[in-house]
């Protein structure tokens, strides 16, 4: 096809693909509507608490002060700690001042299991804990960007009532409430390499804060748990470290509290074995929560099994304990234990209860009445049911307030205990029912979205297929490719206009386009299946005779059939959940097999036996060329597989395996405690790196693409080994133990950000040289002399340049028959020789794909550079077997026609899905390598766009390797 009309073509499938998928996220990634309403004092359920906008609002605020400590990451298991234990793993028993003062002191503190929302990201969680709101997973995205928060929260709640809120940590707070806070002390946190710089910050200005007294309200965010488990895990001794630290200061925080202060210790979410979070396993929504208070406000009792506590049920309580109004999108429920036993309760222990779920109900069908006038998106039934259930209780509270009032000097009788309890278990209902609803409804997808979207895309798949099967016989392909696809989307837009003018409804520009792309698809597979193309084709194929004809026609359908089997059978794994599960051993299968097919396929067309059919073998002179091309097919097909097999000792584990075990190359050097083991893996790493570039060089003086002086060439020679080095020395530094001295560890956070930015300014400059001078050619003018071609001997001096490449001496041969006379002197001839001129298109691609390794790798934990040297085996032998296995075609079949079958590219994209889990990786939030972020910047970075461009690069490095690779 012309050059502009593939152009076309290509941005036309382009933006179906935009088309589909758009429509499929639409569906898939629903956004919950933040509604910007407050709640105010004057807004108090009861007229009593109307006027206590001075002091307290709703209800009489319990404290006047709280201190709420986030320590991230703390797992429930991380604070609970058992006396029995003799042999604590690493994270156990540590927090000893935690269960020192709920076994000593059961009315002043409390540990219970707090349950994080997934997804279990820090961004969601603050969010979650301060306004009292479900994320949803599109929220996901704003943990790097950190947007304000506009829905109404406590942080706006507490500086609205004339709080003075004094922050400290977690940099996170600063994005989420700009502006907010009285005094504020943010470090940097999406340094997950740094374990103490944060925590050590907190620890300079926690103590003198409070001593100060300047403050209402003061919040904490400790991040060395959370760092120390991305970096380490939590099996690793720097976790009891970080955790004996916490202890201690906690020790001497509650030392230092007055008995108007409240102290809050959270975990914001847990983490998994690996020390990953984002998912919704267990280990990562199961966080702890701890209350102390220096005066009663438990139950006499020792709980054993306390009940779990949702994270947003923290927000109505801490609202009401602290006398200002519930933000008016919560929907979590005060906590029981915090309002059962608050003084001065009469005779009947349960009213306070009663009446802060009252207040609780209240607000949460205030939110449910105005979000349900706004969006349709809550379920009607239900909604109608929880209506009539909150009708209920409310008249049920003033039927029994009334009787109160009524017995105020009569004791009250069994029968009012019994509708006080029954009444509480009716509100709590409500609040549990209405929660429930709200995450069910932000968690439902949009079948049909996503159906028409999958529909979409599959389309868009046959389309790219039947281009690339019949590209070369499109006689008018401006027409089928381009100009009716225009015309007939064009047509379903115009006739969805009149459509939308006519009914009065609005389709959105999503949809819009989706039409446009429904209508290019009817424009092309019509005008594509009656074309003359077809019809021609078809009159060909019944002109031959009926048994040749009809044979030939089944081969042409069963080559095309067979790579579109497993096509299919890959995307329709996608609707499993079992497969989805286990993708990665799904995809390697299928890239085994169609790569073992092929090889077959040869052997059953007697390509790969070609000659052996022949009865006086010996004088056939294709047999040795065949025989040497088959045994080299296969040892390429054996390598090919063993890559594969050899591959899956890099896998992670999704949190849906229960018995699966994460492999230990995922674990970085410095997590490893035994020195030799250490060292053999450091040693084992290094060598795969060089060993990749030493294949690379031999690959290049094969070819002859090394004997210029060019400066491509100059850093292909140098560059590589040092860049090499440089890498080496970073991981070295790298997994040195944390337990140096200061000065040491001062130097290593200097060489840890000099070694990977020497890395990356050599790889910015090795693109830049590729971009100017790409020719890695090597022109040789040699005056023709009387000196004959000398063989091939080693060591030999007098052709120590020329013969070490099988190209020069061709070229050599080629001086002695072909003479080129210039200036018509016949007694002089001259002759040009060119070295690599056989890959002058490969090598400078080679060379980038080279330089994209260097940055992917050293994003990658540096024991994955075992992996990539698997991935350049595997791409080597398939590149290997395609090319082989095209040429035995050619030669065979004699078209003289070129073609890159489907085989291949359905291959090659399973070979990049394969190796995105032979790295380590996985569709999961938590398998995120988010240390790729901080190579060569410890002190984090003033936008979000590089971060998210080295995690996005880390995540999807196999795939940006196998489209460069494809070039080729």
């Known amino acids: ?117 997934p997804p279990t990201t820090t961004m969601q969680r603050i969010k979650g804990l301060t306004t009292g709101t479900l994320p949803t997973f599109m929220d996901v995205g704003s943990n790097f960007a950190s947007p304000a928060i506009e829905e109404d929260n406590l942080i706006q709640q507490l500086v609205q009532n004339k709080k003075k809120v004094v922050f400290m940590g977690d940099d996170t707070w600063e994005g989420l409430f700009p502006n907010k806070f009285f005094a504020s002390f943010p470090f940097a946190s999406f340094n997950v390499r740094d374990l103490h710089t944060v925590d050590d910050g907190i620890l300079q200005h926690i103590f003198t804060t409070v001593e100060s007294g300047e403050w ?3 919040i904490a965010h400790f991040l060395g748990v959370d760092h120390c488990g991305h970096r380490y895990g939590p099996h690793h001794p720097m976790m009891a470290e970080k955790l004996k630290q916490m ?87 005060v906590i029981p234990d915090m309002f059962t036993s608050l003084p001065k309760l009469d005779d009947n222990q349960h009213l306070e209860h009663v009446k802060a779920l009252c207040i609780n109900a209240i607000q949460v069908n205030r939110f449910l009445e105005s979000y349900s006038q706004v969006t349709k998106d809550l379920p009607l039934k239900k909604l109608s049911y929880l209506k009539q259930l909150f009708s209920t209780a409310m008249a049920e509270y003033s039927d029994l307030i009334i009787h109160r009032q009524v017995s105020e000097n009569i004791v009250l009788d069994q029968n009012h205990h019994t509708r006080m309890q029954n009444l509480l278990i ?46 070369s016989t499109f006689e008018s392909g401006y027409k089928v490719l381009i100009f009716y696809p225009i015309i007939w989307g064009l047509a379903a837009v115009l006739i969805v206009n ?14 819009l386009c989706c039409w446009v792309a429904f209508g290019s698809h009817l424009g092309f597979h019509w005008n594509f299946w009656r074309s003359k193309y077809f019809n021609h084709h078809i009159t060909i194929q019944l002109s031959r005779s009926t048994k040749a004809g009809i044979q030939e026609k089944w081969i042409n359908w069963w080559k095309i059939f067979i790579p579109l089997v497993f096509l299919l059978l890959r995307c329709g794994a996608m609707f499993s959940n079992s497969f989805v599960v286990n993708e990665g051993q799904v995809v390697a299968f299928l890239l085994k097999s169609i790569v073992t097919f092929t090889v077959l396929k040869l052997k ?32 390429l097909l054996v390598t090919f597989l063993l890559c594969i097999l050899f591959s899956h000792n890099f896998h992670n584990c999704r949190e849906e395996l229960a018995n699966c075990e994460p492999s230990s190359f995922l674990k970085p050097l410095s997590s490893l405690s035994a020195r030799q083991e250490r060292n053999f893996h450091y040693i084992l790493s290094v060598f795969s790196f060089a060993l990749i570039i030493y294949l690379v060089r031999k690959w290049f003086l094969y070819y002859g ?124 001839s001259r002759t040009v020789a060119a070295y690599g001129l056989g890959t002058v298109y490969s090598a400078p691609l080679l060379v980038v794909v080279v330089l994209l390794t260097f940055l992917l790798i050293l994003l990658h934990n540096e024991r994955m550079s075992l992996a990539f040297l698997l991935l350049f085996l595997e791409a080597f032998s ?69 971060p998210a461009l080295l995690v996005g690069m880390n995540t999807f490095a196999s795939h940006i390797l196998f489209a460069v690779i494809f070039l080729r």
């Not at 807004?43 to 209800?59: K, L, T, V, Y």
């Not at 065949?626 to 097919?633: A, D, G, P, T």
């Open 878 to 946: 398939f590149l290997e077997i395609h090319g082989t296995a095209t040429n035995l075609t050619l030669q065979s079949d004699n078209t003289g026609y070129f073609t890159v079958p489907w085989y291949a590219v359905t291959a090659w994209v399973l070979a990049a899905t394969q190796f995105f889990y032979a790295t380590g990786h996985q569709p999961t939030f938590p398998t995120i390598q988010w240390n790729a972020a901080f190579v060569g910047f410890t002190e984090g970075h003033g936008t979000n766009i590089l």
């Open 1 to 117: 096809m012309p050059r502009m009309l593939t152009v076309l073509s290509l941005c036309w499938t382009y933006l179906l693909f935009c088309a589909g998928l758009g429509l499929f996220l639409n569906g898939f990634l629903l956004v919950r509507l933040e509604l910007r309403s407050r709640s105010s004092c004057q807004d108090a359920p009861f007229s009593e608490a109307a006027g206590r906008a001075g002091d307290s609002c709703w209800m009489p605020r319990r404290f006047s002060r709280a201190v709420l400590l986030v320590i991230d990451a703390l797992r429930f298991d991380f604070a609970r700690s058992n006396p029995g234990n003799q042999n604590p793993r690493p994270y156990e028993n540590k927090l000893e001042v935690i269960h020192r003062y709920v076994a000593s002191q059961p009315q002043h503190a409390r540990l219970f299991p707090f349950r994080a929302d």
């Open 498 to 511: 009149i459509w939308m003018l006519v009914s009065g409804i609005i389709v959105e520009r999503l949809i």
């Open 705 to 828: 693409n090394l004997n210029s002086s060019h400066l491509i060439v100059f850093f292909v020679r140098l560059g590589f080994p040092f860049i090499v080095f440089c890498s080496s020395c970073y991981w070295a530094i790298n997994a040195t133990p944390e337990e140096t001295s200061t000065n040491l560890q001062d130097l290593k956070k200097k060489i840890v950000v000099v070694l990977p930015g020497l890395v990356f300014s050599l790889t910015t400059t090795g693109f830049f040289i590729v971009l100017w001078n790409p020719i890695t050619v090597f022109v040789k003018d040699n005056r023709q002399s009387d000196e004959t071609l000398v063989p091939f001997r080693k060591n030999s001096p007098e052709i120590k340049v020329d013969s070490q490449h099988v190209i020069p001496q061709i070229y050599r041969k080629m001086q002695q028959s072909m003479k080129i006379h210039f200036n018509g002197d016949q007694n002089e």
């Open 247 to 333: 202890n201690q200061m906690l020790r001497t925080l509650i030392a230092t509290l007055q008995n108007d202060t409240l102290l809050v210790v959270m975990g914001d979410h847990g983490m998994t074995e690996t020390g990953d979070h984002g998912g919704d396993s267990e280990g990562e929504v199961d966080a702890a929560l701890f209350i102390y208070s220096p005066l009663p406000m438990f139950e006499m009792k020792t709980v054993e099994d306390p009940k779990v506590v949702s994270q947003i049920d923290l927000v109505p309580t801490l609202a009401l304990l602290l006398g200002i109004p519930i933000p008016y999108s919560n929907i979590g429920m």
């Open 426 to 471: 009716t509100l709590q209902q409500y609040l549990r029912e209405t929660k429930e609803m709200c995450g069910e409804t932000w968690a439902q997808f949009n079948p049909t979205h996503m159906l028409f979207g999958i529909v979409l895309l599959a389309a868009t798949c046959v389309h790219c297929f039947l281009v690339s099967e019949n590209v």
């Open 216 to 218: 209402d309200v003061l």
């Open 604 to 635: 059953w067309d007697g390509k790969l036996n070609h000659g052996l059919n022949v009865p006086d073998m010996h004088r056939n002179p294709s047999f040795i060329p065949y025989k040497k091309e088959s045994l080299y097919i296969i040892a």
